[in-house]
């Protein structure tokens, strides 16, 4: 968000800031929605191309003394990793933990040390 937000011209202190202000408009998300779909990116050829991305292969060589002896179409684990992710953080069901949720984590590990020292 950093990166896009100082392409489109915020300062750098603000960039990533100003950047998820203003994607999370509903006027810039319905402009982006009608901007893919114009160029063919519809909602149902997203989800298609997701749903190949889920199920994504790959081909894996084998070789021996410089050789290839075979080959073999396995499951593409990196690309179904992340469109996964895609997926789960769009839909809502994955948030990325933000620094402020590392530091309430680890002020209540240090509370609860602090209470069973003091039982």
Do not use: C, W
């Not at 050789?67 to 396995?74: A, D, G, L, N, S």
Request: glycine letters at 6%.
């Amino acid at each position: 968000m950093q990166r896009a937000g100082e392409e489109a011209g915020y300062s750098p202190q603000s960039a990533a800031t100003q950047a998820s202000m203003t994607l999370s408009r509903p006027d810039v998300q319905q402009t982006f929605r009608q901007i893919l779909s114009a160029e063919g990116a519809s909602d149902q050829f997203l989800a298609r191309k997701t749903f190949s991305l889920l199920n994504a292969q790959e081909t894996k060589f084998f070789q021996k003394d410089g050789v290839i002896i075979t080959r073999e179409k396995v499951d593409a684990l990196e690309t179904q990793r992340k469109t996964l992710d895609t997926v789960l953080k769009v839909a809502g069901h994955l948030k990325e933990r933000s620094e402020l949720d590392v530091r309430v984590g680890i002020m209540a590990v240090v509370a609860d040390a602090l209470n069973a020292d003091s039982e």
